[in-house]
C-alpha cells in the first residue's frame, strides 16, 4: 500500500510550457485534491474531485486543469506555466473514515523561470 | 479574507517544555477542525481534530483546546521533543464536504 504518490518530486519549466504533474492513490477513495503551498499562504485549493469523472474548482483554480478519468489517478495539468506558479503542490485523497482521513502526497517542487 | 488565521509564524521551545500553537477563525459555522504537521519535504499529515461540540481533545501529548465564543483554538504539546519540529497547520473542513481552509502555518523549533 504506496498511499498517495506524486510525480515528478522536481520540475522546472520555461514560461508558457506545459506540463503534467501526476498522482495516484491506492487506497480506493473517492475523493481526491490538489493544493498549492506558497511562503505565508498555508495550502490553497486548487482543484477537487468527489469520484471518477467528477471534478469542480477550488479557491486558486485559474492556469490549472484536472480530469478524473479512474479512481487511482488525478493529474494535474498546467496549461502555459507562469512564473507565479512556481510553487510546491500537493495532491490528496480523503478516505470512507471523514475529515480526518485526507492523506497528502509527499509533494513535487515546481519552479516557473 | 483568511477565514482561518495562524498569526504566529514561528515559535521556538525548549525540549521538556510547554509548546502552544494559536489559531483563530472567523466563521461561526465552523463545527470542526484540525491540525496537520508537516516535515520539510513530505507531505502534511493529520495529528489531532475537535468537533465544536467540545472545548477539549487530548491524545497522548497533544491536546487541542477549542473556544467557540473567541472562535479560537490551540495545540498544546507537552512535553515537546526535539521531533516535534516541524510546521504546524490549523484546517477547517467546510460544512458537508472534503474542501479543507488551511491556515498559513507555524514552524516550531524545539531546541534541546
Known amino acids: 500500500n504506496a498511499g498517495v504518490t506524486q510525480t515528478p518530486k522536481f520540475q522546472v519549466l520555461k514560461t508558457g510550457q506545459s506540463m503534467t504533474l501526476q498522482c495516484a492513490q491506492d487506497?480506493?477513495?473517492?475523493?481526491m485534491s490538489w493544493y498549492r503551498q506558497d511562503p505565508g499562504m498555508g495550502l490553497r485549493l486548487i482543484h477537487y474531485?468527489?469520484?471518477?469523472?467528477?471534478?469542480d474548482q477550488g479557491e486558486v483554480p485559474n492556469g490549472y486543469n484536472v480530469s478524473r478519468s479512474t479512481t487511482e489517478d488525478f493529474p494535474l495539468r498546467l496549461l502555459s506555466a507562469a512564473p507565479s506558479q512556481t510553487s510546491v503542490y500537493f495532491c490528496?485523497?480523503?478516505?470512507?473514515?471523514?475529515?480526518?482521513?485526507?492523506?497528502f502526497g509527499p509533494g513535487t517542487r515546481l519552479t516557473v523561470l | 479574507d483568511q477565514q482561518v488565521k495562524q498569526n504566529s509564524p514561528s515559535l521556538s521551545v525548549q525540549e521538556g517544555r510547554i509548546s502552544i500553537l494559536n489559531c483563530d477563525y472567523t466563521n461561526s459555522m465552523f463545527d470542526y477542525f484540525l491540525w496537520y504537521k508537516k516535515y520539510p519535504a513530505e507531505g502534511p499529515t493529520f495529528l489531532i481534530s475537535?468537533?465544536?461540540?467540545?472545548d477539549k481533545n487530548e491524545d497522548g501529548r497533544f491536546t487541542v483546546f477549542l473556544n467557540k465564543s473567541a472562535k479560537h483554538l490551540s495545540l498544546h504539546i507537552v512535553p515537546s521533543q526535539p521531533g516535534d519540529s516541524a510546521v504546524y497547520f490549523c484546517a477547517v473542513p467546510t460544512s458537508g464536504t472534503y474542501k479543507y481552509i488551511f491556515g498559513t502555518g507555524t514552524r516550531l523549533k524545539v531546541l534541546a
Open positions: 475537535i468537533s465544536s461540540i467540545k
Open positions: 474531485s468527489v469520484g471518477a469523472g467528477i471534478t
Open positions: 487506497m480506493n477513495h473517492e475523493y
Open positions: 490528496a485523497s480523503v478516505g470512507a473514515g471523514g475529515v480526518d482521513t485526507q492523506y
